[in-house]
C-alpha cells in the first residue's frame, strides 16, 4: 500500500468513525453499490478517481450518479474518499469496499460471528469446484452470480455476511474466492478490534487446545485473536498458523521434510 493510500485509507475510515451514529445495514449496501457502480464505468472511475481532478467536478458526478438513490451519509462518505489522493483507482474501490466492511461490522449484531461465516462460506465454495466455476468465472454475470449466492446461502449465512458475499461475487477485481474471503474478514476482525489466525491442525482441536492457541497468539501479537481451524491429516501432527502475513509452521510434516534436507545436505 503506498503512503497516499494509506493517508486516503486513514481518512475515509475516520469519516466513517464521525459518522457511527447513523451505519447501518443499508449504508453499507449503498458503500457496495455504489462502488460497483464506479467500477463498472471506466469514465466514472476515471473522473473520480483521477488524482489531479477538482474536487468540486467529483462531487457533482457524485450527486449526478446517485443523488436521488444514496442516502445524504452515503453520499458524503463517498465524497470523503474520492476527493482523497489514492496511489491507484482500484485502491479508491478498495477503499469504498473497506467502508462498506466496516460499516458491516458495526451494525451487525453483538456476539455476531461474522469472520466464521465468512470462513466457512470459503471453505463451502472452493471445496466445490463447480461452484467456484460458476462464481468466481470472470464471464458470469455479476446479478446472475448474487442471486446464485442468494439462492444458496440465504438461509445458512446472516444478512450481515450475506451482503458482504453478494457484493465480493460482484466485484471480486481480480481476486480469486479464497483471497476475497481472506481480505474481508482481515478487514471485519480489525474493525471489530482483534485478529484472525488460520490454524491448520491433522485433527480437530480440543477446547483447551483452542484456548492455549488464542492466549498464546494474544500475548504475542497484542490483539484479541479468533481462530478458524482448517483440518489436513497431512501435517501429522503439530499446527501450521497463518495470521496476517506472518507463517507458524510447527507441524510434524514439515519438521521432517527440514530434517530430510538436512540429512541430504
Known sequence: MGSATREATAASRAALEAASASISLALADELFAAGRTIGSSLQLRTLLGETAGDDANKRAALTAVFGSSLSPVAISLLETVVTQRWSSIDDMLAGIEDLGLRAVASAAPQGADLEGELFSFGATVTSNPELELAIGSKLGEPAAKAALVDRLFSGALSSEALAIV?????????????????????????????????????????????????QSLANRYGRTVKLNVVIDPSLIGGLRIAIGNDIIDGSVATRIADLRLQLAG
Open 166 to 214: 453478494r457484493h465480493l461475487v460482484q466485484q471480486p477485481r481480480g481476486r480469486r474466492i479464497g483471497q476475497l474471503v481472506a481480505d474481508s474478514t482481515r478487514t471485519v476482525a480489525d474493525a471489530s478490534g482483534y485478529l484472525i489466525a488460520t490454524v491448520t491442525a491433522a485433527a480437530p482441536l480440543t477446547d483447551a487446545q483452542r484456548v492455549k492457541v488464542q
